[in-house]
Nanobody, 122 residues
Framework: QVQLVESGGGLVQPGGSLRLSCAAS????????MGWYRQAPGKQRELVAT???????NYADSVKGRFTISRDNAKNTVYLQMNTLKPEDTAVYYC????????????????WGQGTQVTVSS
C-alpha cells in the first residue's frame, strides 16, 4: 500500500504565504513525477505544479513567479511554497505522485492525497 499525506493548509490573508508538504509512504520502489493540483468550489481540478525525479518543474501560468515546487527524494516528500497568495488561490490542494510500488513492480500508478484546504481571505 502507498499513502500520500498532505499538511500545511490553512487560512491566510491576501499577500501572505503558506508552505504545503506531502509525504509518500508505504511499499515504494520508485517515485517519478510528483505534483500539486487544486480544486475550487464549482470548478474542475487543475494542475498547479509538477516536478520530475530529476528536478524539472512545470507551473500553471496563474502561479508562475509566486509558487515554488520542490522535493526531497530521500524523504519521499514534495513541497509547495506559495507566496503572494490571492483570494483566487482558495481551493483544496491535492498532492499527486506517479509511483512504482514493490507490490506491483511491473507497472506504476498515480496516487492522490486526501487534500488540504487553503483559504485566502481578509
Amino acid at each position: 500500500q502507498v499513502q500520500l499525506v498532505e499538511s500545511g493548509g490553512g487560512l491566510v490573508q491576501p499577500g501572505g504565504s503558506l508552505r504545503l508538504s506531502c509525504a509518500a509512504s508505504g511499499s515504494i520502489f520508485n517515485i517519478y513525477t510528483m505534483g500539486w493540483y487544486r480544486q475550487a468550489p464549482g470548478k474542475q481540478r487543475e494542475l498547479v505544479a509538477t516536478i520530475t525525479s530529476g528536478g524539472s518543474t512545470n507551473y500553471a501560468d496563474s502561479v508562475k513567479g509566486r509558487f515554488t515546487i520542490s522535493r526531497d527524494n530521500a524523504k519521499n516528500t514534495v513541497y509547495l511554497q506559495m507566496n503572494t497568495l490571492k483570494p483566487e488561490d482558495t481551493a483544496v490542494y491535492y498532492c499527486n505522485a506517479d509511483i512504482r510500488s514493490y507490490v506491483s513492480l511491473a507497472t506504476h500508478s498515480d496516487y492522490w492525497g486526501q487534500g488540504t484546504q487553503v483559504t485566502v481571505s481578509s
